[in-house]
Structure formats: C-alpha cells, structure tokens
C-alpha cells in the first residue's frame, strides 16, 4: 500500500512537471472537496483544467484505470471546487486525464471526460 501511495505521488509530480514546462500554472495540487479529491488544479491563459492522475504499468492501462464513477466524482468535485471559486467560473474548464507508465512515459488527454457528467453536487 505505501508503495502504490508513493508512485502515485510520483507519478503526481511528473504530470505536475510536464504541465508546468507546458505553460500550465499549478493552482491546487490533492485539493479535497466535500464531494471528493482532485489530484491537479491547473490554469493556462482562460482554460483551467481538473486533472486526474492515473499511473499503472503501461500508458494503456493508465487510460483504462479511470473508471465511469471516478469520472462522475471527479466531474462533481470540479464543479464544487468552482463553485467555491466563483472568480474562476468564467474560464473554459476541462477534465483531463494524465495517464503515466511505470517507465515514466506520459499522455494529457485533454476533456477526457465531461465535467458536467453525474447529478449536480451540494458543497
């Protein structure tokens, strides 16, 4: 368990890396919500992207880790997170998955997934 925890939090600061070097500015990194977690709060110019983080043995099975109800709890957390941030509601927001391989590869699959995907959520 330790284990998985700490390549997590790699893989974590990889995808932290790759998106700063990639214009990106981190604005919340493991920022819990009354609905949920969100691994990465990221801006560019008017995008602010909700980033999952999924690292698995190869970038396929990365992909295919993110299952229909994280989505979903993802997809209600950004939107509790914005709503508690009413400033940055404006932006063009997006969930996107960065899925990375044991090896260190990396994919930002960018609106990997709706955010208004599930019911509304309360905060």
Same mark, same amino acid.
């Given at each position: 368990m330790k284990r998985r925890r700490n390549s997590g939090r790699l893989a974590e600061f990889i995808a932290r890396m790759w998106l700063r070097l990639h214009g990106w500015r981190i &604005?919340?990194?493991?920022? @819990?919500? =009354?609905? *949920?977690?969100?691994? &990465? &709060?990221?801006?560019? *110019? @008017?995008?602010i992207a909700f980033v999952e983080v999924k690292q698995r043995r190869t970038l396929e099975e990365a992909t295919?880790?993110?299952l229909p109800q994280q989505r979903r709890r993802i997809g209600r957390a950004? @939107?509790?997170?914005?709503?508690?941030? =009413?400033?940055?509601?404006?932006?063009?927001?997006?969930?996107?998955?960065i899925a990375v391989s044991r090896r260190g590869l990396l994919r930002h699959y960018r609106n990997a997934? =709706?955010?208004?995907? *599930?019911?509304?959520s309360t905060c």
């Open positions: &604005i919340g990194q493991r920022v @819990r919500t =009354p609905v *949920g977690e969100l691994d &990465i &709060i990221a801006r560019r *110019g @008017r995008q295919q880790a993110l950004a @939107r509790c997170w914005l709503a508690q941030h =009413p400033h940055l509601a404006q932006l063009d927001a997006s969930c996107d998955l997934f =709706p955010a208004e995907q *599930g019911a509304e």
